[in-house]
Structure formats: structure tokens, C-alpha cells
């Protein structure tokens, strides 16, 4: 199989703290990993692809300050939410992709939902 | 950019099959998926096609592409009430080496 989680699943906070959100690949290595925003009925928004042991690579529009990425093992990637705020509410999943190629399948994690209050 | 565009929902009857479809614009696709996306729940991987081929059969899944016309469907065959859930078709853009996704079909399967 190819499992991959996230912790937590469902966090509450107050408007200007920060939340990490791990991802994590259980079974299979992954150099390459990739978060994305869900807002409710709607498809998935990449944010960022995250490379184990360099920066990550942030799509047009989204904040890297606001939005810390760490890929720090071939099993890891953290997300953390810097001073959130309520607009930061939504559905954050994230994937891993498995090697070798040239099955290059992005395998998801369960979702993390914020909500900022 | 490139654009992957699906249906928005089905309706289909306990038993019957389902056939979701798909188009996308890329050129250099390489692979395409289906992923199933249940309520609060991410996205589990049901099958994937590679572009130079026509037909996949997984049980109850088949796929089917038509790569002239850019055209990629999901039959689910004797569909359940379990496969109600939102499907989404993916496109790994050969350029860019990231998942482009549709916005989704919901499936809703009645009695």
C-alpha cells in the first residue's frame, strides 16, 4: 500500500496564532511532496510542493511567509499556518509522491480542516 | 494554462452503471487519474491510465481514453450506494510534473 497521514485532523484556533500541520508518507519514501487548499465544494488548489532537503516551490498567489514549508526527511513535510486568520479556514490536504518512475502517483493524505476563529 | 473540465454531478440508480467523464487540454499528458473523494475525507486513488493506452479495466472500474479527443470517462459498473462520494479526474501535466484536477462530479446513487 501507500498510506499516507496527516495530524491533526481537525484543528480549531484563535485568529493570529500559527498551526503546523504534519504530513507524513508511512510505508514509502517520498522526496517529493505537495499541499493543497480545498475550500467547500470546490476542487483542490496546489499551494506548494515541497522538495526533502530544499525550499519548497509555492504556486502564484500563495504567501511562503504565511505558509511555512519544511521538508525535513524523505518521510515529512510540515505546513505551518503563520498568524492565521479566519480567512485561513479550509480543508488542507496534502500527498506524496511515490517513486519509482514511471509510476509517478500522488498518493493523499485524510485532510487537516482549520478553522480560525 | 492547462484546464481539466468534468461534469458537476450524477445521478444514477442502485445497480445501474455510471459513466463520468472528463476533458483536458494538455498535449504532453502522461498519466491520468480518478481519485474518489468521500465527505471530510481526502482523496483515495482508484485508477490511473497511462497516455498511450485506450482501456483499463480494474473490477468494477473502467477507463477509457480517447487521447485525439482529449477525452478520459470512468465506468463504474453495478454501482452501490458506498460510490457516492466525489470524483475527481487528474491530469499529470507533462510539463510541469504537477496534478492538474477537475472540479469534481459529485455522484449520487439512489434506491
Known amino acids: 500500500g501507500a498510506v499516507v497521514s496527516q495530524h491533526p485532523s481537525r484543528v480549531i484556533c484563535k485568529s493570529g496564532t500559527s498551526v503546523k500541520i504534519e504530513c507524513r508518507s508511512l510505508?514509502?519514501?517520498?522526496?517529493?511532496m505537495f499541499w493543497y487548499r480545498q475550500f467547500p465544494k470546490q476542487s483542490l488548489m496546489l499551494m506548494a510542493t515541497?522538495?526533502?532537503?530544499?525550499?519548497?516551490?509555492?504556486e502564484q498567489g500563495v504567501e511562503k511567509d504565511k505558509f511555512l514549508i519544511n521538508h525535513a526527511s524523505l518521510t515529512l513535510s510540515t505546513l505551518t499556518v503563520t498568524s492565521a486568520h479566519p480567512e485561513d479556514s479550509s480543508f488542507y490536504i496534502c500527498?506524496?509522491?511515490?517513486?519509482?518512475?514511471?509510476?509517478?502517483?500522488?498518493?493523499f493524505g485524510p485532510g487537516t480542516r482549520l478553522l480560525v476563529l | 494554462g492547462e484546464d481539466v473540465e468534468q461534469s458537476l454531478f450524477l445521478s444514477v440508480r442502485e445497480g445501474d452503471s455510471s459513466v463520468i467523464n472528463c476533458t483536458y487540454t494538455?498535449?504532453?499528458?502522461?498519466?491520468l487519474y480518478w481519485y474518489k473523494q468521500e465527505p471530510g475525507a481526502g482523496l483515495q486513488l482508484l485508477t490511473y491510465?497511462?497516455?498511450?493506452?485506450d482501456m483499463k479495466q480494474d473490477q468494477r472500474l473502467t477507463v477509457l481514453l480517447n487521447k485525439k479527443d482529449k477525452h478520459l470517462s470512468l465506468r463504474i459498473a453495478d454501482t452501490q450506494t458506498g460510490d457516492s462520494a466525489i470524483y475527481f479526474c487528474a491530469d499529470l501535466s507533462g510539463g510541469y510534473n504537477k496534478l492538474i484536477f477537475g472540479a469534481g462530479t459529485r455522484l449520487a446513487v439512489h434506491p
Open positions: 491510465i497511462f497516455s498511450n493506452m
Open positions: 515541497s522538495n526533502e532537503g530544499s525550499k519548497a516551490t509555492y
Open positions: 494538455d498535449s504532453s499528458s502522461t498519466y
Open positions: 500527498s506524496a509522491k511515490r517513486q519509482p518512475i514511471p509510476q509517478e502517483t500522488q498518493y
Open positions: 510505508d514509502f519514501q517520498a522526496t517529493t
